[in-house]
């Protein structure tokens, strides 16, 4: 297998790590993903992540709760799966860093461009927390963003779900898959792929964005050597 690309952003979800618990964390799937990863890494992919909280914050559980506050605890959130992801590469031997948009330095470092773009011509992995530090933006934008923002070229977005279609295949069984996407026709249908700021922000960048299940972790190393799985989501 040959690679594809020289360096990509990989989005996971929170509820990912979970696996079937739901919540919380599944070691074998942590497990699993580093092995796949470190696939990636021995070929010379490099490799950044951004990951999401939903395995340990869901947003605002009431009407009354702010949703800046909420957000922020979303954010601490997507530190703690990132810790737990960077701890099962190092023990799968993959060099790994933690940067976060929120300082807190005692635990990982600050985020910093120029730190993590040479972090991943080291050979690194480098897995972005804390989304964009903002509230109201989600980590679909952080995503985007930090992809734009280190150079890569392309996202590859890991979901529960193998690809896009056009309703929601595990209620309707008729759904319709896509192999492929324009970025006006992600945001004219309306459909899930990432929220319309990352979207957009993919399209005004040149972004491309390969959708594909995360049953089979391995799917990860496919993905990066180009192959034709899942959905891809472009300017062309």
């Known amino acids: 297998m040959k690679l594809k690309y020289k360096r990509v952003l990989l989005k996971v979800s929170g509820e990912?790590?979970?696996?079937?618990k739901k919540t919380g964390f599944d070691q074998e799937v942590?497990?699993?993903?580093?092995?796949?990863?470190?696939?990636?890494v021995d070929m010379g992919l490099e490799i950044a992540l951004v990951v999401g909280g939903g395995n340990i914050w869901r947003g605002r559980t009431g009407e009354n709760m702010d949703r800046t506050r909420a957000d922020h605890m979303g954010?601490?959130?997507t530190v703690i799966n990132a810790l737990a992801l960077c701890d099962a590469l190092e023990n799968a031997g993959i060099p790994c860093r933690v940067q976060t948009a929120i300082e807190m330095r005692q635990i990982a470092e600050p985020y910093i461009r120029g730190r993590a773009m040479r972090h991943l011509e080291k050979g690194r992995v480098v897995i972005f927390?804390?989304?964009?530090?903002?509230?109201?933006?989600?980590?679909d934008t952080?995503?985007?963003?930090r992809a734009a923002e280190i150079n890569a070229e392309a996202i590859l977005l890991a979901k529960k779900v193998d690809a896009v279609y056009d309703s929601d295949p595990n209620v309707n069984p008729n759904a319709k898959k896509f192999d492929s996407l324009s970025f006006i026709e992600v945001l004219n249908r309306g459909l899930g792929v990432m929220d319309s700021t990352a979207t957009s922000l993919c399209m005004d960048n040149n972004m491309p964005i390969h959708v594909?299940?995360?049953?089979?972790?391995d799917n990860i190393v496919r993905a990066a050597c180009g192959e034709k799985l899942g959905t891809i989501v472009s300017n062309q």
């Open 212 to 217: 594909f299940g995360l049953d089979d972790t």
């Open 142 to 145: 952080t995503a985007a963003l």
């Open 16 to 20: 990912a790590l979970a696996g079937e």
């Open 129 to 139: 927390g804390c989304g964009t530090g903002n509230p109201f933006f989600s980590t």
């Open 30 to 40: 942590l497990s699993r993903l580093s092995a796949s990863i470190k696939k990636c």
């Open 75 to 77: 954010m601490l959130a």
